[in-house]
């Protein structure tokens, strides 16, 4: 009989059980390769068909978003509509009232209302279609785009036109549809904010009538110390109720855009 070490049996078991068992393993894939979520893909039909990835129109999606504080801006008639409002409630010297949230709401639906003719023919032209599949992207933008351009070109002075084309080191334009963008939305702001500051000034004047007459009213009788704000702030409240202030500030503003 051999006696064998029992670590050296041990090691032989182990070795033996080991060869006989174990069998070569594949090389496993990368999992990295073959991980994460797929990508979820629109296709449109056609001889000009693209394939947009989802995470490119979500981009585009928040781009535009972004971006609609600026158009609402700079492409309708609300920077008029704020400013001539703002500059109402200076001129009546009520400080907050109305409010700030008040003024806001008044402006944005006052726009829609001035607004909805060009709303409704930039859907017409190009929203429409391009949701009824009956006009790509690229001709669906520019048609939509053009009611408003064709809004801002005939609110804009011709001297603003000229300073930006000049500006912008351009040709003279045998005709307003020849303008760009680039010209046209620079040009619009700045002869929106010359008539809002026109507008302003008109309604600043009535109400500094009333604080002239009342301060040489306190000075007359000794009454120096008292502020005249106090004593003409009824009498231009007044004055703005009883000639209905509201509605003709109003319907000024709504039929500035349609002369």
Same mark, same amino acid.
């Given at each position: 009989m051999v006696f064998i070490p029992f670590a050296a049996h041990a090691a032989t078991t182990t070795t033996t059980t080991a060869s006989s068992t174990i069998t070569p393993i594949a090389p496993i894939a990368p999992i990295a390769a073959s991980a994460g979520i797929p990508v979820l893909t629109v296709q449109n039909v056609g001889a000009a068909g693209q394939n947009w990835s989802l995470s490119l129109q979500v981009v585009a999606l928040m781009t535009v978003l972004t971006m609609l504080p600026a158009v609402l801006l700079m492409m309708t008639s609300f920077t008029r509509i704020i400013i001539v409002l703002s500059f109402l409630r200076q001129a009546l010297a009520t400080q907050s009232t109305p409010p700030n949230q008040v003024l806001l709401g008044l402006a944005l639906f006052l726009t829609?209302? &001035?607004?909805?003719?060009?709303?409704?023919?930039?859907?017409?032209?190009? &929203?429409?279609?391009?949701?009824?599949?009956? !006009?790509?992207?690229?001709?669906?933008?520019?048609?939509?785009?053009?009611?408003?351009?064709?809004?801002?070109?005939?609110?804009?002075?011709?001297?603003?036109?000229?300073?930006?084309?000049?500006?912008?080191?351009?040709?003279?334009?045998?005709?307003?549809?020849?303008?760009?963008?680039r010209v046209a939305m620079p040009a619009f702001v700045t002869s929106e904010l010359k008539t809002a500051?026109?507008?302003?000034?008109?309604?600043?004047?009535?109400?500094?009538?009333?604080?002239?007459? &009342?301060?040489? &009213?306190?000075?007359? !009788?000794?009454?120096?110390?008292?502020?005249?704000?106090?004593?003409?702030?009824?009498?231009?409240?007044?004055?703005?109720?009883?000639?209905?202030g509201w509605s003709l500030l109003i319907g000024t503003l709504a039929g500035s855009f349609y002369t």
């Amino acid at each position: 009989m051999v006696f064998i070490p029992f670590a050296a049996h041990a090691a032989t078991t182990t070795t033996t059980t080991a060869s006989s068992t174990i069998t070569p393993i594949a090389p496993i894939a990368p999992i990295a390769a073959s991980a994460g979520i797929p990508v979820l893909t629109v296709q449109n039909v056609g001889a000009a068909g693209q394939n947009w990835s989802l995470s490119l129109q979500v981009v585009a999606l928040m781009t535009v978003l972004t971006m609609l504080p600026a158009v609402l801006l700079m492409m309708t008639s609300f920077t008029r509509i704020i400013i001539v409002l703002s500059f109402l409630r200076q001129a009546l010297a009520t400080q907050s009232t109305p409010p700030n949230q008040v003024l806001l709401g008044l402006a944005l639906f006052l726009t829609m209302f &001035v607004m909805s003719p060009v709303l409704s023919r930039a859907y017409d032209n190009g &929203v429409k279609p391009y949701m009824d599949h009956q !006009m790509s992207a690229e001709d669906a933008i520019p048609a939509a785009a053009a009611p408003f351009k064709r809004f801002m070109l005939d609110q804009t002075r011709d001297s603003d036109l000229q300073l930006f084309t000049h500006l912008a080191k351009l040709q003279p334009y045998a005709s307003r549809d020849d303008v760009p963008f680039r010209v046209a939305m620079p040009a619009f702001v700045t002869s929106e904010l010359k008539t809002a500051f026109q507008m302003g000034f008109l309604l600043f004047v009535p109400f500094l009538v009333i604080d002239v007459v &009342v301060a040489s &009213v306190l000075m007359s !009788m000794g009454m120096a110390m008292v502020s005249p704000m106090i004593i003409s702030l009824p009498f231009k409240i007044m004055l703005f109720v009883m000639v209905d202030g509201w509605s003709l500030l109003i319907g000024t503003l709504a039929g500035s855009f349609y002369t």
